[in-house]
């Protein structure tokens, strides 16, 4: 480079750090309790930047991180920062990292072309292409009735209005925002595409002129509220130059006494608009930066770097009380100070303290103690120590530390440091606790008595709105009001489990209006750490926790106050639902015993993502159903509006509505759900305590959440001979507890064969097991064993509670042993089904046999089912075992279907295996997942023999460490199966619902850049083994990209990289041939030792699907299609074949729906039928 080129760029590069180094970071706050709101209404913390230059700065490009190795973590998009000027950034975790400058370009009293609708206009009216210069002209808003029309139109059933607008830059556009004032419903278009609609129909559906809006709704601006906003965030139809927004209003009737449009639409633009105006009426808050990350409150480095990744700024925070800054003074200057009076996006102005006072030490903590003791206060900043005893906050009034402080008593003492030019310290609080002997856990709180009992301000006062009548409506109570408190929770030993500050609500129904009142305690960094790190529950591996509970017993709390604790255990790890763990305690509130309270976990999304390995921030949780009633928790309700919307259009008896409605809910859980319900006769549902969910991830199901069961179990009326299921099923029942609205889904499901079927089977197998009198009884005994030595103390303490323990008690065990025939007799009296059916199932040999859905590991064994519904029975034999045929059903086949229409006495017969060639293949490897397929990382194996392989006790690993994973006593895998084994199950099962045989999860990661993996029988000898890489020769498209690494056919070596392709199928083929398989000339025959008919593939299909089978002996063949109703279709094959394997393809012009194959074999000696389902999709 020339040498004036060098003076120049040196010159260019020395220009840019001095202006880029002007660029600090001015003022921090870790907890943003009340300082400053968010666009959102959040209190988030916050970063604020600052340019101590005499000239602008571009920060584009720019990091900000709290993590040095990663100092891009978070980076400024488009912004210039002027001189001395500042940027306040929220460190909020949403990850916004655009501004955006809003305009409102349409507004009220703006003109539009408008058509009575008094016929339909042309089909084209919304598109920019057409003319529309015919039409009337005039003013927002439309319509009649409310003194809020510009331009009356009356008594019509619907309006279309245009208007043109012009964008010279739309790639500037970051969103739209349509506000809408309207009575009674709309639909939205841009240029022609439909972008927003209330109130009337599904999105995308044609909707005639004519066509009566839903319901009533009534406008907001004349009431003096804001419009409705509705987001377009896609902004692909936006176009450069002219563009038009067009809208429809409809009625709810011609002789409605009022109709209303008013439209406005708001641009969000990446840059300043000039001029640029939004009416106050939109409150459209201003936008602001938003980081990846948050502040911790207890300290931590936070860096700014240029482009380069040069270190422009770097603050290590103190630990910072709530609303309380660390900023520089003077602004820009190397002085940092503690702030009491923040300035967010402003000149720092106070003179600030260098540190707090620091906290008071104690000689002994909270706890558990058996005889008296003195605690000793020490300061080490030359502080004066103040404490209080009853749990009130200390102040310079309180008690004085100068000598040790003697307890004797339960005792609730905290303490804090004054200083005469430093702000107070936090408060300390330790809860001592003498001669408590319990097998609960101890959970100490303590808040200031003005936070609890204050008439104004406290959440267990009644306040001066309380209805005199319980539940004491109007009281404080019954506000949602969150007030601080110090939890300390230990063990039934004395150790402490943890310690923090934390915020507290009261929670419940009615049973608010109890004297004990349940509580939820919620960890926010506004109090302390954002999350309790610990294993509340022993039995959940759950480590971290945002929230819990701790419950009064509900409305139980006069009885058994562990009746929703306990009929959530009988379905736990049997049912497919996420149930609320739960823990007894013994609490004491500020040093005063106050009674027992249950610990459980909080349904919120936290729950959720814990209890299902999720995102809590990608899920949609609500709270109620059908189209009015379901209120947002978490996320949003759109898609469930869709879903509910096809439940009330569509007829699921037909099997291509059916086949929708199972890839929008998960029909396991549903059915899972209903059951336990109804089998406790839970008469506070299903118009009431109803929660579900959705992941916001492709394939993502909504589940059902069972909680609040405190009504089952006979706690008032319900007597075991209450018929649930007809009260499930109500058409026309009261607004409480079983509206229609709360019974539509589970009735229109019922009208579907197969769902009804299944439901009858499963509720079945659930009576059989989880339900079985034995074991009810048994649990019922558990719990009772666990509480009844504490309850004398609870009614000492709260004489209303328990007081009805030994009756209510009685209630329970009667109903646990009655439930359950009344529960058969409403299911036959419901479903017309003559009688039931026995049953007995034995072995010989060693194995395990699965009846539908349940797995049965202690012979004999008796079942009652329902006649004529049939009953699925599978083998499972152990390891160095393998089944041979049914005893009692002249069957050989591993899976058979029984069609129980009379008792029966079945013996599956295992043999032993030995000598036996286990040979069991890695097939295929997901590494790396898609973005579109979160599954984690999982293996396939395929088992190329023709017969069934036990896995129990095989075991797989990566050869690095000491992470095994040990398959369980169930596993095994077909002839000519697959079996899929996965990192987490959750993820898996939520992508692909397809996978008969998962197992997991496995204890290590299957590394990105290459891996070995190593498959043992259950004696240790190695069955397969390799080293897969992400770089050629291996396939790289595998990696990341949403398709996997196949083996092209399992006859291969899959040690050799040639051997593998990445997969033609995204997402790969988990459980099913692979995509890319090929076959082998001149393949080795075996010698089959079992009949087997595989799952056709493709399924669903569409015209073709292929067929295999297994013959073990040479026969005569037939394979036969059948509909789901059992009639015949078409005979695919008819002739006499030898044993082996064979493969044959079906072609067919049938329509969608459900058909079985099912395979015939005739020999002299034996019949073989064997029968499969499949789907047929046009």
């Known amino acids: 480079m020339p040498r004036a080129q060098q003076i120049c760029h040196l010159l260019l590069l020395s220009i840019w750090s001095s202006l880029a180094n002007a660029v600090v970071i001015n003022e921090v706050m870790a907890v943003n309790q009340s300082t400053v709101a968010d666009e959102d209404s959040d209190y988030p913390d916050w970063i604020e930047l600052y340019n101590s230059s005499g000239k602008s700065v571009n920060l584009s490009g720019y990091g900000l991180s709290d993590d040095v190795s990663d100092p891009f973590k978070w980076m400024i998009a488009e912004l210039t920062l002027a001189p001395s000027d500042f940027l306040l950034i929220f460190a909020s ?579 899972d759900y209903q059951i336990a319900e109804i089998y406790i006769a839970n008469t506070d549902w299903p118009g009431n305590n109803i929660k579900y969910y959705k992941p916001q991830t492709p394939g993502g199901t909504w589940r059902w959440l069972i909680y609040d069961t405190d009504f089952g179990f006979h706690l008032y009326d319900t007597a075991p001979q209450h018929n649930t299921l007809a009260f499930a099923t109500e058409p026309f029942g009261p607004d409480w507890p079983n509206p229609p609205w709360s019974t539509l889904l589970l009735r229109s499901l019922l009208q579907n064969q197969d769902f009804t079927r299944q439901f009858i089977n499963r509720f079945a197998d659930h009576l059989n097991t989880t339900f079985d009198v034995d074991r009810v009884v048994a649990l019922l005994d558990e719990f009772d064993a666990l509480f009844y030595p504490e309850m004398f103390r609870q009614r000492e303490r709260w004489p209303g509670s328990a007081n009805q323990y030994n009756s209510r008690l009685q209630r329970m065990y009667n109903f646990a042993n009655r439930r359950e025939l009344y529960v058969r007799s409403h299911i036959r009296q419901m479903f017309n089904i003559a009688g039931d059916i026995k049953l007995n199932l034995s072995t010989t040999g060693v194995g395990r046999i699965k009846v539908n859905s349940k797995i049965i590991s202690r012979f004999p064994w008796q079942g009652t089912f329902f006649q004529d519904v049939p009953v699925t029975l599978t083998a499972i034999p152990a390891p160095g075992y393998r089944f041979t045929r049914w005893n009692g059903l002249n069957d050989e086949a591993l899976t058979t279907i029984y069609d129980s229409r009379k008792n029966l006495n079945v013996t599956a017969l295992f043999e032993s295996a030995d000598g036996a060639v286990e040979h069991v293949v890695i097939n295929e490897i997901n590494y790396n997942s898609g973005r579109d397929f979160p599954a984690k990382d999982w293996l396939e194996l395929y088992n190329p023999t023709n017969a069934s392989t036990a896995l129990a006790g095989w075991q797989i690993n990566d050869g690095v460490g000491q992470d095994v994973f040990t398959l369980p006593s169930y596993a095994y895998i077909p002839a000519f199966g697959y079996a899929v084994l996965c990192r987490d199950s959750t993820h898996l099962n939520f992508v692909y619902s397809d996978i008969d045989y998962v197992f997991g999860d496995f204890p290590f990661n299957l590394n990105n850049a290459g891996d070995s993996l190593y498959l043992y029988n259950a004696t240790g000898q190695l069955v397969d083994s390799l080293v897969y890489n992400d770089e050629l020769p291996w396939p790289v498209e595998a990696d990341g990209t949403g398709y996997t690494l196949e083996l092209r056919s399992p006859e291969l070596d899959n040690a050799h990289p040639a051997n593998w392709a990445a997969s033609s199928a995204i997402g790969g083929t988990p459980g099913r041939r692979n995509s890319i398989v090929s076959r082998i000339a001149n393949p080795v025959k075996e010698i089959p030792t079992d009949y087997f008919l595989a799952q056709n593939y493709p399924n669903p299909f569409n015209a073709s699907t292929t067929i295999e089978y297994v013959l073990q002996d040479a026969g005569f063949v037939q394979l036969v299609i059948y509909d789901l109703v059992g009639r015949e279709v078409e005979t695919v094959l008819q002739k006499n074949q030898g044993a082996g394997r064979h493969t044959i393809t079906w072609q067919t012009n049938m329509p969608s729906g459900v058909y079985f194959y099912r395979l015939y074999v005739r020999q002299k000696e034996k019949r073989i039928s064997l029968i499969k389902k499949m789907v047929l999709l046009r």
């Open 93 to 671: 975790d949403k990850d916004r990292s655009d501004v955006v400058y809003w305009n409102t370009i349409i507004q009220h009293g703006d003109d539009w072309a408008y058509w009575p609708g008094t016929r339909e206009p042309p089909s084209d009216w919304a598109q920019p292409v057409f003319d529309d210069s015919e039409w009337a002209v005039g003013a927002s808003g439309f319509g009649y009735g409310d003194a809020d029309d510009a331009t009356v139109i009356a008594n019509l059933m619907s309006i279309y209005v245009r208007k043109r607008f012009v964008l010279d830059n739309p790639h500037d556009i970051i969103q739209l925002l349509l506000h809408v004032d309207y009575d009674d419903a709309f639909i939205a278009y841009l240029n022609g595409f439909e972008v927003a609609r209330a109130n009337i129909g599904r999105p995308g559906e044609s909707t005639p002129y004519d066509r009566a809006a839903d319901s009533n709704h009534e406008a907001l601006l004349i009431q003096g509220y804001s419009p409705e906003r509705f987001v377009i965030n896609d902004l692909s139809h936006v176009r450069r130059g002219e563009n038009i927004l067009a809208l429809q209003v409809h009625n709810v009737s011609s002789g409605s006494s009022d109709m209303t449009l008013i439209p406005f639409l708001t641009l969000g633009s990446s840059m300043p608009q000039e001029p640029a105006t939004v009416p106050d009426v939109l409150h459209i808050p201003k936008s602001h930066l938003h980081t990846n990350f948050k502040i911790k409150g207890d300290g931590e480095i936070l860096q700014i770097v240029d482009v380069a990744g040069n270190v422009v700024d770097t603050v290590r925070t103190p630990a910072l009380a709530p609303d309380v800054s660390f900023g520089r003074l003077p602004d820009g200057q190397d002085s940092w100070r503690i702030l009491a009076l923040p300035t967010p996006g402003g000149t720092n102005i106070d003179s600030g303290f260098t540190m707090p006072a620091a906290a008071p030490i104690f000689s002994l903590q909270g706890g558990l103690y058996n005889s008296s003791l003195s605690v000793e206060l020490s300061d080490t900043s030359g502080g004066d120590i103040y404490y209080t005893l009853d749990g009130s906050d200390p102040d310079e009034n309180d008690n004085s530390y100068t000598t040790p402080i003697f307890l004797k008593n339960n005792t609730c003492l905290r303490a804090r440091t004054f200083h005469s030019n430093r702000p107070p310290s936090r408060i300390v609080t330790n809860t001592f606790i003498f001669n408590e002997d319990t097998e609960f856990a101890i959970v100490a709180l303590a808040s200031d008595p003005y936070n609890l009992y204050d008439d104004e301000y406290g959440i267990f006062a009644f306040g001066p709105n309380a209805s005199s009548e319980y539940p004491y409506f109007g009281a404080n109570f019954w506000q949602d009001w969150e007030r601080p408190v110090h939890v300390e929770f230990f063990e039934p030993n004395g150790t402490l489990g943890f310690k923090l500050d934390a915020g507290m609500k009261v929670f419940g129904g009615w049973s608010r209006g109890r004297d004990q009142k349940a509580l939820a305690i919620f960890q926010r960094g506004i109090y302390d750490t954002r999350q309790i790190n610990y294993q509340i529950f022993p039995d959940k591996p759950i480590t971290s926790f945002e929230s819990f509970l701790l419950r009064n017993g509900g409305n139980a709390w006069d009885g058994t106050i562990f009746r929703d604790a306990y009929m959530q255990a009988l379905c736990e790890d049997f049912m497919d639902l996420e149930t609320m763990a739960y823990r007894p305690a013994q609490v004491y509130l500020n040093g005063d015993y106050w009674g027992i309270l249950i610990v459980r976990e909080k349904i919120n999304e936290h729950f959720v993502a814990a209890n299902r390995g999720l995102d809590p921030d990608r899920l949609d949780i609500l709270d109620g159903s059908g189209r009015s009633s379901s209120q947002v928790m978490a996320g949003s309700n759109h898609d469930y509006l869709d879903f509910w919307h096809f439940i009330e259009t569509h007829d699921l008896a037909l099997f291509e509505n059916y086949a929708q409605v199972d890839s929008m809910m998960d029909i396991s859980n549903f059915i």
